[in-house]
């Protein structure tokens, strides 16, 4: 079976299923090993802040490396005993994409607003949003709903189908180890601020080059929709350096631009305030439709970026196997040369 065609298979399997409920998650195993990591090496740094960091770098490396080399032998077996470990790495390749359970979120969201339950709402939002939730009114649970959302194309789309067409399931699971490296201890909080540190620029290190190309692909996905196409790439040009993060603003800035609405503003996070800078114009106030064309944008930007990295990875491919033929070629021809 080709790599396409698993690719394919396993992106195809996320937006039927979303991510598996009653098997068990690979980010689950992940996070386990985190916890019990952690548990082990944050004792050491208490006292100090360098010692914290080299600790916190530790476990981080221990976590990423390991992932790598344990997919690495799932590739190997899957060459070996083709049938079984090939069912499994596509299972492994479905795992890595975030599709069908981000539009969901947010379709969970919409649905609870137009019913009119803000509480419920909230609620449900606190669930997968590190924002204190308790008193937002119904603006902001569908602005950071949107944030959210856009936010995690990079993250929960682009970056890992980049890393699984740049090195395979051992590159793409060991980015979502590193992501979530940084969803667990990668706060600038008074816990994790020098023991996650390492994982946090870890992850933005990782991103750097998806968050970039997820205004590309947004602006392509505007298009076809009929949004503002021109102000999607405008406001990405124009908003994407303003976030704090050196990646979150790219995606945020081409969907505020496709949907016309201006994110950031006043959040709060853990009991704290934060100003975070304004990305986009106010053309309008956001309305609880605006989650659903929202989703719509996500939904799309996945199949573009898809067709996007398939043509890419098969131009590259085609370009390289000719060379390499031709080189071959050229060795086997001197060498017979040489013999008449």
């Known amino acids: 079976m080709s790599f396409i065609i698993k690719i394919l298979i396993a992106f195809i399997l996320d937006l039927i299923f979303g991510d598996p409920q009653k098997i068990l998650h690979p980010v689950q195993v992940i996070g386990k090993m985190i916890t019990f990591l952690e548990n082990k090496f944050y004792k050491f740094g208490k006292n100090n802040r360098i010692v914290m960091v080299f600790w916190g770098a530790i476990l981080s490396l221990i976590v990423v490396i390991s992932t790598f080399f344990l997919m690495f032998l799932v590739l190997l077996l899957s060459k ?24 969901k979120c947010g379709e969970k969201i919409y649905k609870i607003l137009k019913m009119g339950n803000l509480e419920k709402a909230k609620k449900e939002l606190s669930n997968f949003v590190s924002r204190d939730t308790e008193n937002m009114d119904k603006i902001t649970v569908i602005r950071s709903t949107m944030e959210t959302i856009s936010e995690n194309i990079t993250d929960g789309i682009i970056a890992p189908m980049f890393f699984l067409f740049l090195g395979g399931l051992p590159l793409a699971m060991s980015y979502k180890a590193i992501n979530t490296l940084d969803s667990m201890i990668g706060y ?9 540190k390492f994982a946090a620029i870890l992850d933005d290190v990782v991103n750097f080059i998806p968050a970039r190309i997820s205004g590309v692909c947004i602006t392509v996905a505007s298009f076809i929709l009929r949004y503002n196409y021109k102000r999607a790439w405008n406001t990405f040009k124009r908003d994407r350096k303003k976030h704090k993060s050196p990646n979150s603003a790219h995606s945020e800035s081409a969907v505020a631009g496709a949907l016309g609405v201006q994110f950031g503003g006043p959040t709060s996070y ?24 929202n989703i719509r944008l996500m939904y799309v930007t996945s199949f573009v970026t898809l067709i996007i990295f ?24 001197s060498f017979v040369e040489m013999f008449i």
């Open 80 to 103: 070996k005993y083709k049938t079984i470990f090939t069912v499994i790495e596509i299972y492994l390749m479905y795992t890595v994409f975030s599709v069908k359970s981000l539009g």
């Open 270 to 293: 853990f009991g704290k305030v934060v100003e975070k800078p304004t990305i986009g114009k106010k053309l309008k106030e956001f309305k609880t439709e605006d989650i659903r064309r």
């Open 188 to 196: 600038k909080n008074k816990k994790y601020e020098y023991f996650g």
């Open 310 to 333: 398939s043509f890419v990875y098969l131009t590259l491919k085609g370009i390289f196997n000719g060379l390499f033929a031709k080189i071959g070629y050229l060795i086997l021809k």
